[in-house]
Structures are given as structure tokens and as C-alpha cells.
């Protein structure tokens, strides 16, 4: 009676032991199809860009006059990207681009790789979810 619970914690131990033993087997086996696909692409040590798709058009386009870091800190759609670069072009002196092929490059290489972050902003709460507002109009007063 004194081994009672020993042996069965004894036992419990060693065919817990043979279950993890068949669980690495799933996640090994699984691994080089995930690793494929979220392999993210290599950072250029230069420019700080994602090394993918048109980043070289990125690099000579966008790095003249900032560091790359001002690019890649920033986020957001093809339009906020088209937008910053508009602002540049009114305001900083940032010549046109070809617009059909290099400025769609640029466009899209941006949006597809530094795309809004979910976490920046969350988005707004729907009134439902919201505490009582303490300055509604009461209609009195
Ligand atoms: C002709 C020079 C020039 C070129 C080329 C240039 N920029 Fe800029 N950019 C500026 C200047 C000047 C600023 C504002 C100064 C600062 O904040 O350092 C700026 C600021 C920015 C900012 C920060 C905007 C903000 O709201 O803080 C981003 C993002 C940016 N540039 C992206 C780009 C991208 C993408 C490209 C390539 C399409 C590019 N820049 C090419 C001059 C340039």
C-alpha cells in the first residue's frame, strides 16, 4: 500500500514519457513545409529592405537621401505609400518616377512588405462596446 501511489506515479511518468516520445514526430514532419512557407525573405545589411521581389528598384529609388530605416519603420496600403510619396515629391525635392513601371514597382513592393500593421491601430469600437458616455445629451438642462 505505501508504493501504491509511487508505482502508479512511477507509471504515469513513463507513459507520459511514451506519449511525448510520438509527439516530436508531427511537428519535425511538419516543419519544412512551414518553414517554406513563411520563410520571410533576408535583409539587405545596407538598406535594412527585404530582400524580395523589386527591392533593388526600392534601394536606388529610396535610399538616396534618408537612411532605408525612414522607409521600413514605415507602414501602410498602396495608396498611404503612394501618398508619402506624392508629399515627398510636392515637398522634399523627390523626382517623379516613370510612373507605369517604376513607380507601380516601388508601390507594390512597399505595400506587399511593410503593409499596415494590425497592431498600430486597433480599430474603432462599435457603440455597443462602448462605456456609457458621461456628456450625452440628457435633454434637459
Ligand atoms: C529627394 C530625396 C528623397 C527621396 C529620393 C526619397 N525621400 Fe523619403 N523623405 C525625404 C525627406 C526630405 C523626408 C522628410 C525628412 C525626414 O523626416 O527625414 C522624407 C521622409 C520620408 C518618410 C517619413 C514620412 C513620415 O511621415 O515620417 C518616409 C516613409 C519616406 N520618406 C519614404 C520614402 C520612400 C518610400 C521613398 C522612395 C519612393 C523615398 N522616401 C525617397 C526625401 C526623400
Same mark, same amino acid.
Given at each position: 500500500? @505505501?508504493?501504491? &501511489?509511487?508505482?502508479?506515479?512511477?507509471?504515469?511518468? &513513463? *507513459?507520459?514519457?511514451?506519449?511525448?516520445?510520438?509527439?516530436?514526430?508531427?511537428? /519535425?514532419?511538419?516543419?519544412?513545409?512551414?518553414?517554406?512557407?513563411?520563410?520571410?525573405?533576408?535583409?539587405?545589411?545596407?538598406?535594412?529592405?527585404?530582400?524580395?521581389? /523589386?527591392?533593388?528598384? !526600392?534601394?536606388?529609388? =529610396?535610399?538616396? =537621401?534618408?537612411?532605408?530605416?525612414? !522607409?521600413?519603420?514605415? @507602414?501602410?496600403?498602396?495608396?498611404?505609400?503612394?501618398?508619402?510619396?506624392?508629399?515627398?515629391?510636392?515637398?522634399?525635392? *523627390?523626382?517623379?518616377?516613370?510612373?507605369? !513601371?517604376?513607380?507601380?514597382?516601388?508601390?507594390?513592393?512597399?505595400?506587399?512588405?511593410?503593409?499596415?500593421?494590425?497592431?498600430?491601430?486597433?480599430? *474603432?469600437?462599435?457603440?455597443?462596446?462602448?462605456?456609457?458616455?458621461?456628456?450625452?445629451?440628457?435633454?434637459?438642462?
Amino acid at each position: 500500500m @505505501r508504493y501504491a &501511489l509511487p508505482m502508479s506515479l512511477l507509471l504515469a511518468l &513513463l *507513459l507520459g514519457a511514451c506519449g511525448k516520445s510520438e509527439q516530436p514526430a508531427s511537428p /519535425d514532419s511538419a516543419q519544412p513545409a512551414e518553414a517554406g512557407a513563411a520563410a520571410e525573405p533576408q535583409i539587405d545589411p545596407v538598406s535594412g529592405l527585404k530582400m524580395t521581389g /523589386d527591392w533593388l528598384v !526600392v534601394r536606388s529609388a =529610396c535610399t538616396a =537621401c534618408h537612411s532605408g530605416k525612414q !522607409v521600413t519603420q514605415q @507602414r501602410g496600403t498602396a495608396q498611404q505609400w503612394l501618398t508619402m510619396i506624392r508629399w515627398m515629391q510636392a515637398k522634399q525635392n *523627390l523626382w517623379q518616377f516613370d510612373p507605369p !513601371v517604376t513607380e507601380e514597382k516601388i508601390i507594390n513592393y512597399l505595400a506587399e512588405n511593410y503593409p499596415p500593421a494590425e497592431s498600430q491601430r486597433r480599430a *474603432l469600437l462599435s457603440a455597443d462596446l462602448l462605456p456609457p458616455n458621461p456628456y450625452a445629451a440628457t435633454g434637459g438642462s
